[in-house]
Nanobody, 118 residues
Framework: QVQLVESGGGLVQAGGSLRLSCAAS????????MGWFRQAPGKEREFVSS????????NCADSVKGRFTISRDNAKNTVYLEVNSLKPEDTAVYYC???????????WGQGTQVTVSS
């Protein structure tokens, strides 16, 4: 079993930055990739960014390109999301996800709230 615990969310003014973290515990060696999704009030969950655990190749939604950066620390089994130049429309619950022994994301964290004030 892999457990994911997010941290780093909070309230920030537009233009500000945050660093979200997601620590994986348990059978972390079975992780193939990790990613971040977000869900704003009244909207469906959407993909933000992902990173391949071995190659570090990344993928990112167009809406956050140039502002958000995903990275990982294999030694700490942790994935990070640097979120910069935040906009009010970035307000959402951000979820960490892991693809465990699979290419599809099949494990989710509890989410961390990011609120951007204008």
């Amino acid at each position: 079993q892999v457990q994911l615990v997010e941290s780093g969310g909070g309230l920030v003014q537009a233009g500000g930055s945050l660093r979200l973290s997601c620590a994986a515990s348990g059978r972390a060696f079975s992780i193939r990739r990790m990613g971040w999704f977000r869900q704003a009030p009244g909207k469906e969950r959407e993909f933000v960014s992902s990173i391949n655990w071995s190659s570090a190749l990344t993928n990112c939604a167009d809406s956050v390109k140039g502002r958000f950066t995903i990275s990982r620390d294999n030694a700490k089994n942790t994935v990070y999301l640097e979120v910069n130049s935040l906009k009010p429309e970035d307000t959402a619950v951000y979820y960490c996800a892991a693809a465990i022994e699979n290419i599809q994301f099949n494990k989710w964290g509890q989410g961390t709230q990011v609120t951007v004030s204008s």
